[in-house]
Structure formats: C-alpha cells, structure tokens
C-alpha cells in the first residue's frame, strides 16, 4: 500500500475524515495540525510555481517508494 492523504478536521477529540480511502480497512496514521481555523476559506500556503517545485523535487522519490518489497517498511 502506498502512503495517501486525506483531509479531515479534529473535533471533540474525533477526527473527522472528509473521505474515507475505498482500499484500506486498517492502518497506522499519522495526524498534523494545520494553522488555519477549521471552516477558513484560505488558498494555499503555497504558490502554484511552488506547488509545480515541489512535486518536481518529490518524484525523484515516487519509483522507490513504490518499488516491489518497500511494503515491508509499511508495518515499522
């Protein structure tokens, strides 16, 4: 399984999805808290050049994170 995001909000000690991944039933998540005010209509934090950057710098990652046997890392 690869790594995916989904947003949500904390609320009452819940976090709340706004989706819920279709292929997994269970796994390990890690929870960031972002600066914005939940219900804030904001832009990104970042630039679309910014944005175009960054998934340049990242993809050199893509082919071996997703690389057979990397699953192994999944459960660490």
Excluded: H
């Excluded at 995001?5 to 000690?13: A, I, P, Y």
């Excluded at 808290?33 to 950057?53: A, M, N, Y």
């Amino acid at each position: 399984m690869m790594v995916k995001c989904v947003e949500g909000t904390f609320r009452d000690g819940r976090v709340e999805l706004l989706e819920i991944p279709e292929d997994v039933q269970q796994a390990r998540v890690i929870v960031a808290f972002l600066p914005s005010r939940v219900g804030e209509e904001r832009g990104p934090d970042l630039t679309p050049q910014e944005i175009t950057e960054l998934r340049w710098r990242l993809s050199a990652w893509e082919e071996d994170w997703n690389a057979p046997g990397m699953e192994v890392y999944d459960d660490l």
